[in-house]
């Protein structure tokens, strides 16, 4: 295990707290953190320490960061849980953009995924996911600059892809189309009640009404 010394305006700076059972130097200004707060935080530099490392012991049995049993800080255990249950969940939104989850997954923790309007003016990258009204959209390629007036959308699909629940894709469990969508051949795919089967592959994704693509990409099935 690793730990890192952080200082309080740096927690406060990400949205964490410092909670009691977090190791505090005496002066207030400092924390010990687990490894496990800094995985989204990796490119930044913090002094790191070995689990019951020389330098490790060393430190906490310095004046600075040692502590006597009636000098502990204290909290209540309601605070505690609570603090730490936020710590949490701001370190997971902060580091959810790198977790492999799969688009079903996602779905089911959308309200975990940053909403579109906090990257306006600032730069978005292929691959990450945001919120918009109801949907998640997976960003499709990397935008220097997020616009006001280019929000996920029929018109920005080149920039935003919806993201819906996965269907096999069979007769019996076609896949729901949203306009937006690249279609594969022998897929089978369902729109207004209608289901159709792919009979050639879009290559990209398409923003007709599958009615329409009948005869050229689908058929009904």
């Known amino acids: 295990m690793i730990y890192a010394v952080v200082t309080i305006d740096w927690l406060a700076q990400h949205g964490l707290l410092a909670i009691p059972t977090m190791r505090k130097s ?34 906490l ?27 949490l969940l701001n370190v997971t939104r902060a580091g959810i953009q790198t977790m492999s989850l799969t688009d079903n997954e996602a779905l089911k923790v ?35 600059t997020v616009l006001e007036n280019q929000p996920p959308s029929i018109d920005t699909a080149a920039l935003y892809e919806e993201i819906n629940e996965t269907a096999s894709g069979t007769i019996d469990d076609p896949i729901p189309y949203n306009n937006n969508m690249e279609l594969f051949e022998g897929k089978y795919y369902s729109q207004d009640d209608v289901t159709y089967k792919c009979t050639r592959s879009t290559g990209q994704a398409v923003y007709a009404n599958l009615s329409e693509l009948v005869g050229i990409y689908v058929e009904v099935a």
Do not use: C
């Open 61 to 87: 049995a310095s004046d600075e960061w040692s502590w006597t049993e009636e000098e502990q800080p204290e909290g209540s255990a309601e605070f505690i849980q609570v603090a730490a249950a936020q710590n």
């Open 26 to 59: 005496k002066d207030g200004s400092k924390v010990i953190l687990h490894e496990e707060f800094l995985t989204p935080y990796k490119d930044e530099e913090f002094p790191r320490y070995y689990f019951d490392s020389p330098e490790l012991n060393d430190l």
């Open 110 to 144: 959308k309200s975990m995924y940053p909403y579109w309007n906090e990257f306006i003016g600032k730069s978005l990258t292929t691959g990450m996911k945001v919120q918009y009204n109801d949907g998640l959209y997976r960003v499709r390629q990397n935008i220097a």
